[in-house]
């Protein structure tokens, strides 16, 4: 029989590791457009495969990308921590829970129309500050 009270690693470190890894990025992003701010757009193409790419247009497409990561991972965490808030709501639930608010809380992160069902968030208040940042 498994232990009711085991402690589960993968999901708070995805969150922690997601977390970390969108501060260094943005982190990173910030750097970089603090050494290109200032400067003059360098001259010059570089040659690839699919053809020819100006060096400012490469500098647009780094900042570009480090801004995706830090929104993907940034994204991760906030999703995976709403994940387990809303699942510890309903294992704690003291009345239970109504199928149709556990259908809106658990689909609020593909739905923004499902933020308009105020009974989830009264019940369960820390869920509707997380799902405001998912959105």
Same mark, same amino acid.
């Given at each position: 029989?498994?232990?009711?009270?085991?402690? *589960?690693?993968?999901?708070?470190?995805?969150?922690?590791?997601?977390?970390?890894?969108? $501060? =260094?990025?943005?982190?990173?992003?910030?750097?970089?457009?603090?050494?290109?701010?200032? &400067?003059?757009? /360098? %001259?010059?193409? *570089?040659?690839?495969?699919?053809?020819?790419? =100006?060096?400012?247009? $490469?500098?647009?497409?780094?900042?570009?990308?480090?801004?995706?990561?830090?929104?993907?991972?940034? =994204?991760?965490?906030?999703?995976?921590? *709403?994940?387990?808030?809303?699942?510890?709501?309903?294992?704690?639930?003291?009345?239970?829970?109504?199928?149709?608010?556990?259908? &809106?809380? *658990?689909?609020?992160?593909?739905?923004? $129309?499902?933020?308009?069902?105020?009974?989830?968030?009264?019940?369960? /208040?820390?869920?509707? %500050?997380?799902?405001?940042?998912?959105?």
């Amino acid at each position: 029989m498994a232990r009711k009270n085991k402690i *589960y690693w993968l999901t708070p470190t995805t969150a922690l590791l997601s977390f970390t890894a969108g $501060l =260094s990025l943005s982190l990173g992003h910030h750097l970089t457009y603090r050494h290109l701010a200032g &400067s003059v757009a /360098p %001259p010059g193409e *570089y040659h690839t495969l699919v053809g020819k790419i =100006s060096k400012q247009q $490469l500098n647009i497409a780094i900042g570009t990308a480090f801004a995706y990561l830090v929104k993907s991972t940034l =994204s991760l965490a906030v999703a995976t921590s *709403y994940a387990q808030v809303f699942w510890r709501a309903l294992v704690t639930a003291s009345k239970g829970a109504r199928l149709r608010d556990i259908d &809106s809380a *658990y689909s609020v992160t593909q739905d923004i $129309l499902k933020l308009f069902n105020v009974g989830v968030w009264r019940r369960n /208040p820390l869920l509707l %500050p997380l799902a405001l940042i998912i959105w």
